[in-house]
C-alpha cells in the first residue's frame, strides 16, 4: 500500500510535468485550462475561508463559521496537491515527502471540519460526544502525519478513512431523523453532505483501486460542498435580515401605538404628573407612586352652579362645563400647569412653586371668559410642600395630592363670594413670586381664622368679571 501511495506521488510529478511543457517550451492549452482551474479553486476556496473567519471573528459564539473557514482553507490547499498541482507548479522541487504529509493532512482536515459544521447545524440532534472526538481524531491524525515516518502515514490514511466512514454514517442517521422532522433546511444540507460522502468516498475507493478507469472527483464533491453551505449560510443571513427587518418595523409600530397609548392615558392622567414621578411612560406608573415637592396649588369653582345646574337641566349643564373647562384646559396647560383633577364644577390644578405662572393663567382665564363664556368663578392659590403621587387600589389608580396646600387653597376660594376680589393668594404665594411687581395686590387679612400657616391673605386687582353674567 505504501508503495502503491509512494507511485501515485510519483505519477502526478509526472502528470504535471506533462501537463506543463510541451517540446516547445510552451503550455499546452489543456494544461491551461487545467492550470486555471486549480488556481480558481485555490483561490475561491481560500478567499471563503477568510470570509468565514471574519464571521467568527465577529460572533465567537457561532463555531460553524469557524469550521467552515477551516473547510475551505484546508480545501484550497487540497485543491493545490490535487493534478495539475498548483503547489508543484509555484515550487517545482516541493519535496514529495512533505507534499504526501501535507496531502494527508488537508483531507483530514476537509473531511473533519466538513463534519463539524453539519454537527453544529445540526447540534441539537447530534451526539454531544461526537464533536470532541472528531476534534480530537483530526488534531492526532493531523499533528503524527508531520512527525511520523513516511512508510507508517499508509496506516494513518487509512485510520482517518476508517473513522470518517463511521462519523459519516452517524451523520446519514441524524439527517434520516431530521427529514422525518420535515425541518424546512435540512433538504439542503442532506444534499450537501450526501454530495460530499459520494465524492469522498469514492475518492477513498479509487486510491485503494476502485474503480480503475474512472477518475476521481472528491474535489468536485468538495466544491459542490462549499458552494451549499455558503447558499445556506446565506440564506440563513437573509432570514435575520428579514427578521430584523420585521423586527423593526414591529419596533416602530410598537413606538407610534405606545405614543398613541401615551396620548390617550394623557387624556385621563397627565404627562406633566407622569414626569414628576419620574416615569418614563403612562404604563409605567404603579399604586403608590409618589414624591414630595414644593408646588403652587390652584383652585378654581363656579358661581352658583347648582342654580344654574336647575336652570339649564342636566345636558344643557354638560354641554356649558365642557365649554368652560375647553377654556380652563389650554390656559393651565401654556403656563407650565397640569389639571390634577376635576371636582364637578371645580378645578384642582398644579403649577411650579413660584406662583407667577398659576396667577398668569388665572387672569387669562378671567380673560377668556369675559371674551367667550359669561360664568363667574372664583380662584384661591396657595403654595406649599405637597406630596403628588397615585391613590385607589389594584383595578382604579387615580392622581391625587395630599397635603394641607389643597385645602387652604379651597379655603381661599371659598372667601372669593364674599370679598370684592375673585383671585386670592396666601401670603408663602406672594413670597414664593419670582416678579411680583407684574402684579398688583391688596392685603384684605391677617392670621385668618381656618388658616393655619398663613399669615396674610392678598387678593389681585386688575380682574375684569362681568357684573351680570348669565348662561342660556
Known amino acids: ?14 502528470i504535471i510535468r506533462i501537463y506543463k511543457i510541451d517540446e516547445g517550451g510552451e503550455y499546452l492549452p489543456w494544461a491551461f485550462i487545467m492550470n486555471s482551474l486549480a488556481t480558481f479553486l485555490t483561490g475561491g476556496a481560500l478567499l471563503l475561508g477568510v470570509y468565514f473567519f471574519i464571521l467568527y471573528f465577529f ?18 490547499l487540497y485543491f493545490s496537491l490535487l493534478p495539475p498541482s498548483f503547489l508543484l507548479l509555484l515550487f517545482p522541487d516541493f519535496s514529495a515527502t512533505l507534499f504526501q504529509r501535507l496531502f494527508l493532512v488537508s483531507t483530514s482536515v476537509v473531511g473533519a471540519s466538513a463534519l463539524l459544521v453539519l454537527i453544529y447545524f445540526e447540534k441539537a440532534h447530534t451526539p454531544q460526544v461526537l464533536a470532541p472526538l472528531l476534534l480530537f481524531t483530526t488534531i492526532i491524525v493531523g499533528g503524527l502525519a508531520m512527525i511520523l515516518p513516511t512508510g507508517v502515514l ?47 468516498g469514492f475518492d477513498l475507493l479509487h486510491r485503494w483501486g476502485g474503480f480503475p ?11 459542490l460542498f462549499l458552494i451549499l453551505q455558503t447558499a445556506l449560510i446565506s440564506r440563513r443571513f437573509w432570514y435575520v435580515y428579514e427578521l430584523n427587518q420585521q423586527m423593526a418595523l414591529l419596533q416602530k409600530q410598537n413606538h407610534h401605538d405606545l405614543q398613541d397609548l401615551n396620548l390617550l392615558y394623557a387624556r385621563f392622567v397627565p404627562m406633566a404628573l407622569v414626569q414628576q414621578l419620574h416615569r418614563q411612560s403612562i404604563i409605567d406608573i404603579q399604586l403608590g407612586d409618589q414624591t414630595e415637592i414644593p408646588r403652587t396649588v390652584f383652585y378654581s369653582d363656579i358661581r352658583d352652579f347648582t342654580t344654574m345646574a336647575e336652570t339649564l337641566g342636566s345636558r344643557r349643564t354638560f354641554e356649558v362645563l365642557n365649554q368652560y373647562l375647553s377654556l380652563v384646559g389650554p390656559i393651565i396647560r401654556k403656563n407650565e400647569g397640569f389639571i390634577l383633577n376635576y371636582q364637578g364644577d371645580a378645578v384642582l390644578a398644579v403649577f411650579p412653586e413660584p406662583a407667577d405662572s398659576a396667577l398668569r393663567a388665572a387672569l387669562e382665564i378671567f380673560q377668556a371668559l369675559s371674551e367667550f363664556l359669561p360664568l363667574r368663578i372664583g380662584i384661591g392659590i396657595h403654595t406649599g410642600p405637597i406630596l403628588l403621587g397615585t391613590l385607589g387600589e389594584r383595578e382604579h389608580i387615580s392622581p391625587a395630592v395630599v397635603s394641607d396646600v389643597v385645602e387652604i387653597a379651597q379655603v381661599l376660594e371659598a372667601w372669593t363670594k364674599s370679598q370684592q376680589y375673585k383671585i386670592l393668594l396666601s401670603d408663602t404665594a406672594l413670597t414664593a413670586l419670582l416678579c411680583p411687581q407684574n402684579f398688583h395686590f391688596e392685603k384684605i387679612a391677617d392670621n385668618p381664622e381656618n388658616l393655619s400657616g398663613v399669615a396674610s391673605v392678598y387678593g389681585l386687582k386688575h380682574v375684569v368679571i362681568p357684573e351680570k353674567a348669565s348662561v342660556s
Request: charged residues 15%; aromatic residues 14%.
Open 1 to 14: 500500500m505504501a508503495d502503491g501511495f509512494s507511485f501515485r506521488i510519483h505519477d502526478l510529478f509526472y
Open 59 to 76: 460572533s465567537r459564539k457561532n463555531f460553524e463559521h469557524l469550521f467552515l473557514s477551516l473547510t475551505c482553507l484546508f480545501s484550497g
Open 154 to 200: 499508509i496506516v494513518l490514511e487509512g485510520l482517518r478513512d476508517v473513522f470518517f466512514s463511521v462519523a459519516f454514517g452517524v451523520m446519514i442517521t441524524i439527517f434520516i431523523r431530521l427529514v422525518r422532522q420535515k425541518r424546512r433546511e435540512v433538504w439542503l444540507q442532506l444534499v450537501s453532505l450526501t454530495l460530499l460522502g459520494i465524492g469522498l
Open 213 to 223: 478507469g474512472i477518475p476521481a472527483f472528491g474535489q468536485l464533491a468538495v466544491i
